[in-house]
């Protein structure tokens, strides 16, 4: 399995403000993603860090509004821009580790914009 | 691409019966397939996956079955316990692309 750290863990944002998450992961990994659930839904994949290179975004998220970095192979961030109510959520890391690249995720960091 | 569908989206169970979720995919390339448990205000946790050349899997009280001909796959949890309610999602993986059902909400009824 992976321990996989998230700050914050939750947090009352204004809108029109950025915030940014951390996630710290115990040993290195290839692999690390974000994804977003929004309130009783699903998980979406917003992008896949590289480290050092540019992430990928998924169809829907764009890098001006969730700018991605990811220095080195055991952290990573993602910064949710300009918010407003409807980013709302849960935003969760995972990263992808052993016998095919099973997922873990991180415990989330819950937004609530105001 | 794939599109995996979750049935049922919520699910009452009394303690000490079974609770079954069954999850259908679309795409036969798909060769991965997780179930997550998400417990409220937690992360999703993995809790028993399967690949595609086997065709049952057990940890204790958690099994999950496989038909790849019918392209679905199922999640059994026999003598539940309240420790069990909670949000389940199924997954399937094609090239380390996940696509994950719309989750279960399990009450485990004491």
């Known amino acids: 399995s992976a321990v996989i750290s998230q700050k914050p863990s939750r947090d009352i944002c204004q809108r029109g403000t950025s915030l940014t998450i951390q996630c710290q992961v115990d040993?290195?990994?290839?692999?690390m993603f974000w994804y977003r659930q929004q309130p009783g839904q699903s998980l979406t994949l917003i992008a896949t860090a590289n480290q050092g290179s540019e992430a990928t975004y998924e169809s829907g998220f764009v890098i001006d509004k969730f700018p991605i970095s990811r220095p080195n192979l055991t952290f990573s961030t993602l910064t949710v821009s300009n918010m407003s109510p409807e980013d709302s959520s849960i935003y969760l890391c995972?990263?992808?580790?052993?016998?095919?690249?099973?997922?873990?995720f991180g415990e989330g960091s819950w937004l609530t914009v105001v | 691409g794939e599109n995996v569908e979750q049935h049922p989206s919520t699910l009452s169970v009394q303690e000490g019966d079974s609770a079954v979720i069954k999850c259908t995919y679309s795409d036969s390339a798909s060769n991965y397939f997780p179930w997550y448990k998400q417990e409220l205000g937690k992360g999703p946790q993995l809790i028993i996956d399967?690949?595609?050349?086997?065709g049952e899997k057990k940890d204790q009280r958690i099994a999950v079955t496989l038909n790849k001909t019918a392209k679905h796959f199922s999640l059994h949890i026999t003598e539940t316990q309240p420790e069990d309610s909670a949000v389940y999602f199924c997954?399937?993986?094609?090239?380390?692309?996940?696509?994950f059902g719309t989750g279960t909400s399990l009450t485990v009824i004491p």
């Open positions: 995972s990263v992808a580790r052993g016998l095919g690249n099973t997922i873990y």
């Open positions: 040993s290195q990994v290839t692999m």
């Open positions: 399967i690949r595609s050349n086997v």
């Open positions: 997954a399937a993986s094609i090239s380390n692309q996940f696509y």
